[in-house]
């Protein structure tokens, strides 16, 4: 079993930054591939961003390139979100999710352990 806990949400103005972590439980952090989703209000889950097992290769929404940063520390067991030039559009639930086959999907439906969320809200 793993266990997800997002924080680093909160309110900000456009164009500021947040600092999203996602502490994982469990033996084998390292075997996971880590991905970020969004889920904006009356929307679908969509994807954000996705790390490989060792962290060397990530993957993102053409949405947020170049403002997002993905990034893991497998010995803290914890993955961040580092999130630059925030838009009114970027506001939304971001959950942190683990695929334990180490796989890199843009689907939530090939997630295996989710988080509770946070809310990130970006004001204009």
């Known amino acids: 079993q793993v266990q997800l806990v997002e924080s680093g949400g909160g309110l900000v103005q456009n164009g500021g930054s947040l600092r999203l972590s996602c502490a994982a439980s469990?033996?084998?952090?390292?075997?996971?591939?880590m991905g970020w989703f969004r889920q904006a209000p009356g929307k679908e889950r969509e994807f954000v961003a996705a790390?490989?097992?060792?962290?060397?290769?990530?993957y993102y929404a053409d949405s947020v390139k170049g403002r997002f940063t993905i990034s893991r520390d497998n010995a803290k067991t914890t993955v961040y979100l580092q999130m630059n030039s925030l838009k009114p559009e970027d506001t939304a639930v971001y959950y942190c999710?683990?695929?334990?086959?180490?796989?890199?999907?843009?689907?939530?439906?090939?997630?295996?352990?989710w988080g509770q969320g946070t809310q990130v809200t970006v004001s204009s």
């Open positions: 999710a683990a695929d334990v086959g180490g796989g890199i999907y843009y689907v939530p439906r090939k997630y295996d352990y």
């Open positions: 790390i490989s097992r060792s962290g060397g290769s990530t």
């Open positions: 469990g033996r084998t952090f390292s075997s996971y591939s």
